[in-house]
């Protein structure tokens, strides 16, 4: 009889802590993607948009793949590789924003706004961004969600054109996934 109940203890202690424990086998890993907007327009305003398959473009991302429970972006970086213009040249308002990689590209959310930004100072010079609650949200759920594609989009206008220049945004994240599921 005690080794009865010892038994269903046991059992019913299990059940408590096994689904706990499943936690115990996380791994977290931060990684970087970058992606390059190339710009060179005869307008002061532009938009450029990007499929990014982020499980080619980050290798811990193909790795674990449909095992992973979480994406967190830490950082957006943005800065200019090269840049082709005059020296006050400026972006009066700028946006970076994500959407699903099918289809237009349309009802995009905004990761982050700027505001008069100096294109010179920019040049190899990366600026932390602020992003907007919203669009991170999307981003890490789209990068979270295989397969891993979304559309990342560089709209702008220029106090002058032509505007000309390389513009690199990098995200800093961190991903959880468990190796077991």
Same mark, same amino acid.
């Given at each position: 009889?005690?080794?009865?109940?010892?038994?269903?203890?046991?059992?019913?202690?299990?059940?408590?802590?096994?689904?706990?424990?499943?936690?115990?086998?996380?791994?977290?890993?931060?990684?970087?993607?970058?992606?390059?907007?190339?710009?060179?327009?005869?307008?002061?305003?532009?938009?450029?948009?990007?499929?990014?398959?982020?499980?080619?473009?980050?290798?811990?991302?193909?790795?674990?793949?449909?095992?992973?429970?979480?994406?967190?972006? /830490?950082? %957006? *970086?943005?800065?200019? #590789? @090269?840049?082709?213009?005059?020296?006050?040249? =400026? +972006?009066?308002?700028?946006?970076?924003?994500?959407?699903?990689?099918?289809?237009?590209?349309?009802?995009?959310?905004?990761?982050?706004?700027?505001?008069?930004?100096?294109?010179?100072?920019?040049?190899?010079?990366?600026?932390?961004?602020?992003?907007?609650?919203?669009?991170? /949200?999307? %981003? *890490?759920?789209?990068? #979270? @969600?295989?397969?891993?594609?979304?559309?990342? =989009? +560089?709209?702008?206008?220029?106090?002058?054109?032509?505007?000309?220049?390389?513009?690199?945004?990098?995200?800093?994240?961190?991903?959880?996934?468990?190796?077991?599921?």
């Amino acid at each position: 009889m005690k080794k009865q109940l010892l038994l269903i203890s046991f059992a019913c202690l299990a059940m408590v802590c096994l689904p706990a424990c499943e936690d115990l086998f996380d791994v977290e890993e931060t990684f970087t993607f970058e992606h390059e907007f190339s710009v060179n327009s005869d307008q002061t305003s532009f938009e450029s948009a990007d499929v990014i398959d982020l499980s080619a473009s980050a290798d811990i991302i193909g790795e674990y793949g449909s095992k992973i429970k979480e994406v967190r972006v /830490e950082q %957006l *970086e943005i800065w200019l #590789k @090269s840049f082709n213009g005059s020296d006050t040249q =400026h +972006l009066e308002n700028a946006l970076i924003a994500v959407s699903e990689a099918g289809g237009s590209g349309s009802g995009y959310s905004i990761i982050a706004e700027m505001e008069n930004l100096h294109l010179q100072s920019l040049l190899d010079s990366p600026v932390v961004l602020q992003t907007e609650r919203s669009g991170q /949200e999307a %981003l *890490e759920e789209l990068a #979270k @969600s295989p397969p891993h594609r979304f559309r990342l =989009h +560089l709209n702008a206008s220029a106090d002058e054109g032509p505007v000309d220049f390389t513009a690199v945004v990098k995200v800093t994240a961190t991903m959880v996934a468990n190796p077991l599921n």
